[in-house]
């Protein structure tokens, strides 16, 4: 596939995409490893948990500040300077002798990842033509959504082959290896505005988040519950400090006021929970598998595996559903989906088996997963349109939070629990922790479907809009069955019996040189009120083809937005080039940069109702009518029903 790019610009998004790819897979890499972290490193599942809870944290600290660093420095300077940093944080975990300097480079590796992510992606979308776009961002979203798939896998072999410190000398070696590519390949590209940097916001939020988490993961094992309960409330305090500057701020880190807006508040609580449940349930469940069912790493890991694959998909056909038939539908079938998996999770035993686990985790993360785009979606819509490009920040952030805050809660109901049952012991003890907060799971989850149950429905509106169109159809069909329909039928048959393409076409269709700018376009399709030109080369054969939908697309804002709850990655960045500067590209375009090279075309001697077959079956309005490679003419179903009904007209005048 083409891009429009030079080598040199396909070299630099090569290597921007392998540092975002080592990034995404570097936040999925360590979860079958916590079990033998614990153990070499003796430390309790409330400590090992903020290996995860901490990175999402770091990165929901850190992911505002990356459109101020990069108003702030090149891209070439601050890609450069953050593989530097995440390959240093790598290095310090691979070698470090306690859990505290394993917990240093968890966080120099977020804190890297939380700026370069966004930097790489605002970069890739400048760097590849605005008519490339569409195509390679789905590319893109492929590759980046690939890498949590494998990551819990590949980090099972690793740690029951060469040991969970391979883990990072592996992602040390391929960062540096990333880092000397970026020193050779990349270049500074593009400008970025410059936005003011508010201290007092990331000091409201750093200390807040810190706190309320803190204090949630340690309530369970502090030995002063009054120290715990009042992180817990400084945590809230500077939490509520920090959302109140943002609503009095001219130019706010975070736009927290569109959470105002009823319908989309109900949206982020839900997709909260999800989150919550989802990253939780991934820290936990290869505890569980490997602490109390005894498997290795590497089970755990392939356990995780089929609801990774499966749930990265699943998305596309629920936004699918939602396009079709609206968000009652989708999310009805992905809260049964998410049901049946919470009752299996409330159902797991000391020794289920391990086909059931990988079952009931699969069932729960592809029903999360086929609910939340629908939601999102729907949650999306309800803003006005000066709101939604700050949604998916307010959004990823919450989310980010509720990832760490989920993970917290359920590790320490776990270790809550599990003190507390003393009258059990062993294995029967420990799996007494993990039950209870599979329990607390199905609670999040359970919370977050009586909310969807409630509250995400599609418009009455709608639905009665919907049942009138249904009656008028139903009338529409019952007024067809009727005796003149017939008549009409053997009239029109009459008419066409021997009529041919060529007859119906017409001969004197929109055509337009393959050397045209796209501005010349622009003018013959208003000229002619058409909406789609063909395209000739100077003998005149059929090249291309060119519609009123391509110069749309071309003119629309384009976003680049990567999610995958799996990984705690959810980014999102704006098409910030103004729409004058677009039109101005557009009108300078060569036709063929825009126009689709593979043209659905016939023959000027095939038959007129094969001619409809492919105006039907491929769902367009208008097709090119070539003699030999030759353009001719074009056929539209406009110019078959004046076939239609000029035929009809000349049959009955002639009976008369």
């Known amino acids: 596939m083409g891009l429009g790019i030079t080598k040199s610009q396909f070299r630099m998004i090569a290597v921007l995409l392998c540092g975002a790819f080592l990034t995404v897979l570097n936040a999925t890499l360590l979860t079958p490893a916590l079990p033998t972290i614990m153990a070499d490193l003796a430390v309790s599942s409330t400590t090992v948990q903020w290996l995860t809870s901490g990175y999402a944290l770091t990165e929901a600290v850190v992911i505002p500040l990356a459109a101020y660093l990069m108003g702030r420095f090149s891209t070439r300077r601050l890609f450069i300077g953050g593989l530097s940093i995440f390959a240093t944080g790598s290095l310090v975990a691979a070698l470090a002798p306690a859990f505290p300097v394993l917990l240093l480079g968890r966080v120099l590796q977020a804190s890297a990842t939380g700026f370069v992510m966004p930097m790489v992606f605002s970069v890739i979308l400048l760097i590849i033509p605005r008519e490339r776009r569409g195509s390679a961002m789905g590319i893109i979203g492929l590759i980046i959504g690939f890498a949590p798939t494998i990551g819990p896998s590949l980090s099972g072999v690793l740690v029951d082959t060469v040991g969970w410190r391979a883990i990072f000398g592996i992602v040390t070696t391929l960062a540096i290896v990333v880092l000397l590519l970026a020193v050779k390949e990349l270049k500074p590209f593009g400008e970025f505005r410059r936005t003011k940097f508010d201290a007092l916001s990331v000091v409201f939020s750093t200390i807040g988040l810190v706190s309320l988490l ?26 509520g400090a920090y959302a109140y500057r943002q609503l009095h701020l001219d130019e706010p880190m975070l736009r927290i006021d569109i959470l105002k807006t009823s319908q989309y508040r109900t949206v982020v609580i839900i997709i909260a929970l999800f989150q919550a449940a989802l990253i ?112 998916q920040s307010t959004g990823n952030t919450i989310n980010q939070v509720a990832g760490s805050f989920g993970t917290a809660l359920l590790v320490s109901v776990s270790a809550a629990a599990s003190s507390q049952a003393t009258w059990l012991s062993g294995v029967e003890q420990t799996f007494f922790g993990y039950h209870a907060s599979f329990t607390a799971t199905a609670l999040l989850a359970g919370i977050a479907l009586v909310l969807i149950v409630v509250f995400v429905r599609d418009k009455k509106a709608s639905a009665k809009t919907a049942a009138a169109e249904a009656q008028d159809a139903s009338a529409q069909g019952e007024r067809a069955s009727a ?51 063909s395209v000739v080369d100077p003998q ?66 095939t038959p007129l109702d094969v001619a409809c077959g492919v105006l039907a079956s491929r769902k367009i309005k208008k097709v090119p009518v070539t003699r030999d490679g030759v353009l001719v003419g074009a056929l539209s179903r406009r110019n078959v029903l004046h076939s239609v009904i000029g035929g009809v007209d000349a049959s009955k005048a002639d009976a008369s």
Not at 315 to 325: E, H, I, N, S, T
Not at 499 to 510: C, G, K, S, V, Y
Not at 569 to 576: E, F, G, H, R, Y
Request: proline residues 4%; glycine residues 10%; hydrophobic residues 50%.
């Open 483 to 533: 005796e003149p329909s017939d008549a009409f039928v053997r009239v029109a048959d009459k008419a066409l019996s021997g009529m041919t393409l060529e007859q119906a076409m017409n001969p004197h269709a929109a055509t337009i040189s393959n050397a045209a700018t796209m501005g010349e376009v622009m003018d013959l399709i208003a000229e002619t009120d058409t909406t789609g030109v």
């Open 540 to 605: 005149g054969k059929l090249v291309g083809y060119v519609t009123d939908g391509d110069i749309m697309r071309y003119l629309s804002r384009v976003e680049l937005n990567v999610s995958n709850p799996q990984a705690g990655v959810s980014l999102s960045v704006k098409d910030d080039e103004a729409l004058e500067a677009r039109i101005a590209a557009l009108a300078n375009l060569n036709v063929m940069e825009l126009a689709t090279k593979r043209v659905i075309s016939v023959d000027v001697n």
């Open 280 to 391: 939780g349930m991934e820290t936990v469940m290869p505890l569980y598998i490997q602490g109390v069912l005894g498997y290795a790493a590497t089970v755990s890991g392939l356990t995780l595996l089929p609801g990774a694959v499966i749930g990265a998909f699943v998305g596309v056909l629920a936004g699918r559903l939602f396009d079709k038939y609206g968000v009652r539908c989708p999310v009805i079938i992905g809260v049964c989906v998410i049901a049946v998996g919470l009752v299996g999770f409330v159902g797991f035993r000391v020794d289920s088996p391990i086909v059931l686990v990988s079952a009931v985790y699969a069932l729960v993360s592809i029903g999360i997963q086929f609910t939340m785009t629908p939601v999102n979606t729907w949650g999306v819509n309800s803003l006005p349109n000066d709101a939604i490009q700050h949604a």
């Open 214 to 239: 803190y204090g949630l993961s340690t309530f369970s094992s502090s030995n002063s519950l009054a120290v715990t309960a009042a992180l817990i409330v400084v945590g809230f305090a500077f939490i």
